[in-house]
């Protein structure tokens, strides 16, 4: 993505998140989730297609990546 898309898109927080600022931040656009270090927003961002997003949510909340 380029910096100008990256600017448009409506970036949010977990409302859990640490008041110190230590999380990240996504955004979705036109079949993407973006995510971002909350504490550098000029940095670099990850994309991941919507679906696969999804399934990571799914997975984590049903518990697939505890140790």
Known sequence: MFQEE??????????RS???GNCTE????????A??????PAGPV???PAGSWQAFLRDTVTGKFDI
């Open 6 to 15: 990256l600017l448009r898109l409506n970036w949010r927080k977990a409302k």
């Open 18 to 20: 640490m008041s110190n």
């Open 26 to 33: 996504v955004a979705t656009d036109a079949g993407f989730v």
């Open 35 to 40: 995510v971002r270090d909350s504490q550098d």
């Open 46 to 48: 990850l994309r991941y």
